[in-house]
Nanobody, 119 residues
Framework: QVQLVESGGGLVQPGGSLRLSCAAS????????MGWYRQAPGKERELVAD???????NYADSVKGRFTISRDNAKNTVYLHMNSLKPEDTAVYYC?????????????WGQGTQVTVSS
């Protein structure tokens, strides 16, 4: 089993910054893609950004130029640096990882961390 533990959410004013972290632990042989999704009230969960083991990244158009995803493979940790935050970025942010136990690949989710952008 694998656990993803997120941290770093909170309340921030518009224009502010936050950094989210997600650490994976457990029965990990290797991790392929790690990513961040978000879900606002009444909306579907959407991809924010992801990064593969070769550090290639992918961003939603709505966050390009404001958010940066990175990872530390030695620590099995992914980060999301969020700058120039807007009220529409308010959502629960979830970490996701594609993990191999050496036999098969599985997708795991974190418990979510609330990000609220408000004055």
């Amino acid at each position: 089993q694998v656990q993803l533990v997120e941290s770093g959410g909170g309340l921030v004013q518009p224009g502010g910054s936050l950094r989210l972290s997600c650490a994976a632990s457990g029965s990990i042989f290797s991790i392929n893609v790690m990513g961040w999704y978000r879900q606002a009230p009444g909306k579907e969960r959407e991809l924010v950004a992801d990064i593969n083991s070769g550090s290639s990244t992918n961003y939603a158009d709505s966050v390009k130029g404001r958010f940066t995803i990175s990872r530390d493979n030695a620590k099995n940790t992914v980060y999301l640096h969020m700058n120039s935050l807007k009220p529409e970025d308010t959502a629960v942010y979830y970490c996701n990882a594609k993990v191999s136990n050496g036999i098969s690949w599985y997708y795991y989710w974190g418990q979510g961390t609330q990000v609220t952008v408000s004055s």
